[in-house]
């Protein structure tokens, strides 16, 4: 299957932009809220298709954690060009590549990490989940890597209106997603991960990270380790009335809301320094 490119930017005068960046096996219109929300506080944001996505499952294990990198590195290239200053924004693995781009990009304003995942570990999660270990020692092999599976109800959301829609229509929810998740895929996810904390010391923006108490999928415990990993340049909010899809569920307009102040505090345009 040829993807299809579902990037979309909503515009602003004030070239203050934001890069929002989707999470793994899913598609940009799940950023869709948080784009409008944003670009309501004047925002200019850019939301960019993750390499691999947009297909089917075979496309996506074609790909590596490099190649989501590059892909976003190029979609910053392109829209720094366009912008005075950008900020980086994505949820689960969309935010650890967002990290990655702050230790290329340098001069990234401000970052922000929705649901970090370094291991599925949440309440809801079986338990051969939570041996990450055991798993990236075998999940790449050739006859596992295509197997795949679905993410159990309640897919990540409080919200019982959205979680129903997702069960009578997983494919539509967000269009452009996939709705299950092939090991290779994990595999890369686990080893994007273990790069990000190598790599941490290099990231100078500063970082929001928001992660739900009642996270189904990632324990909160996964925000503390970004937050050991990143030290005093970020920051923890927990939210009390989400699971782990903080970006639609019943609070993504406080993440919306808490997202752009805390770029606009770091924001040189607001300041008048640039």
Known sequence: MTPIDRSFRLPSDSRRGVLLIHGLTGAPDEMKF?????????????????????ADMAALLRSS?????????????????EVD?????????GGALGLELAALRPDIAAAAVYSM??????????????????????????????????EPYPYGLKDERLRERVA????????????????????QMYRLGRHLERVADRIAAPCLIL????????????????KRALGERAEVRLLEDS????????????????????????????????
């Not at 200053?85 to 693995?93: L, S």
């Not at 992660?211 to 970004?226: Q, T, V």
């Not at 782990?244 to 809301?257: N, P, S, T």
Request: include cysteine; aromatic fraction near 12%; charged fraction near 25%.
């Open 34 to 54: 948080l784009a409008k929300r944003l670009n309501r506080r004047g925002f200019d944001v850019m939301v960019p298709q993750l390499a691999g996505h947009g």
């Open 117 to 150: 995942t370094f291991e599925y570990d949440g309440w809801n999660m079986e338990r051969w989940m939570k041996g990450a270990y055991l798993i990236q020692a075998v999940a790449n092999l050739p006859l596992i890597r295509h197997i795949s599976f679905a």
């Open 168 to 187: 009578k229509a997983p494919e539509g929810f967000i269009e452009g997603a996939l709705d299950r998740l092939p090991f290779g895929a994990l595999f």
């Open 211 to 226: 992660h739900a108490r009642e996270d189904d999928m990632s324990h909160p415990r996964n925000a503390s380790r970004l």
């Open 85 to 93: 200053e950008v900020f980086v924004a994505g949820i689960c693995v």
């Open 65 to 81: 954690w490099r190649d989501w990198l590059r892909s976003v590195t190029d979609a910053y290239d392109a829209y720094r060009r």
């Open 243 to 274: 699971y782990h899809m903080i970006h639609v569920d019943r609070e993504r307009a406080l993440v919306a809301e808490q997202t752009g102040t805390f770029f606009l505090s770091h924001s040189a345009l607001e300041r008048g320094d640039a």
